[in-house]
């Protein structure tokens, strides 16, 4: 189950509509809507995307340290770009106690918030050494690949064939991102990476995999969300 199903399902197991959640988060509907099918580009940003599920994991009763947790790992430590209209469009939606705030006050502040994220995007942007191979750096699924006939020892070739559509995350050791998205029903991909791949499965039941030519089957049950690391050896659940 993904972040958005599951924030879904708390929400309607509270029999709490769209509209009530968003009076009790002050969060807007549509921005709600998008993060409920796992769309968070209406959030502007990671910083504003982790308050949000924060605040309405919060109101649905989930724990909001997993759920920013989990959002962090589907994100593989990416950043999303924040555009400065966004964040003078959050500045202006505050409440009462912000808007009697000065303007060179709220200045200062917007100035320190893109500080602060330019330089994380310039820390994740230069860290790691670790090697990554894939078809495709977008979001579509990539081609299918020809595996090597004899990897090197360090090398992991992962090989997905997905018997119906369904949505997977693949990084490799460092954390760098090698696809994040969906794979049609019928398509096969193969990433590899050096010492491992993490692969999160949005239905583990919806996937073949070949782990440098071994074939590993199904790696979970139908609609399972599963979270599996693959190394040179023997894979082994995270």
């Known amino acids: 189950m993904t972040i958005g199903e599951a924030l879904a399902e708390a929400r309607e197991r509270m029999g709490l509509t769209i ?18 099918r796992d769309d968070f580009s209406l959030c502007g940003g990671d910083f504003y995307a982790r308050g949000h599920l924060r605040a309405i994991s919060k109101a649905v009763g ?9 959002y962090d790992e589907l994100r593989g430590g990416s950043v999303m770009s924040v555009r400065a209209s966004s964040v003078f469009k959050a500045g202006r939606s505050l409440g009462g106690r912000a808007r009697r705030a000065s303007g060179w006050t709220m200045a200062l ?32 699924a ?12 360090d090398t992991v070739v992962l090989k997905v064939t997905a018997k119906r559509s369904s949505w997977i995350n693949v990084r490799d050791g460092a954390g760098r991102q090698l696809f994040q998205g969906t794979v049609p029903k019928g398509k096969t991909s193969t990433w590899k990476a050096r010492d491992q791949v993490k ?9 073949h995999l070949e782990v440098n030519g071994k074939d590993l089957g199904t790696p979970g049950k139908g609609g399972q969300m599963l979270r599996r690391t693959y190394g040179p050896g023997v894979p082994g659940p995270r």
Not at 62 to 70: A, G, H, K, N
Not at 199 to 207: C, H, I, K, L, M
């Open 19 to 36: 509209g009530q959640l968003s009076q009790r988060t002050r969060i807007r509907e549509t921005v709600i809507e998008g993060i409920e």
């Open 109 to 140: 502040a917007i100035a320190v918030v893109l500080a602060a994220i330019f330089g994380i995007v310039r820390l994740l942007g230069g860290s790691g050494d670790a090697v990554q191979e894939t078809a495709s750096h977008s979001r579509r």
């Open 199 to 207: 692969v999160v499965f949005g239905d583990a039941g919806a996937f």
């Open 142 to 153: 990539p081609d299918t690949q020809h595996e090597p006939a004899k990897p090197a020892s």
């Open 62 to 70: 989930l724990d909001p340290d997993e759920t920013v947790r989990q």
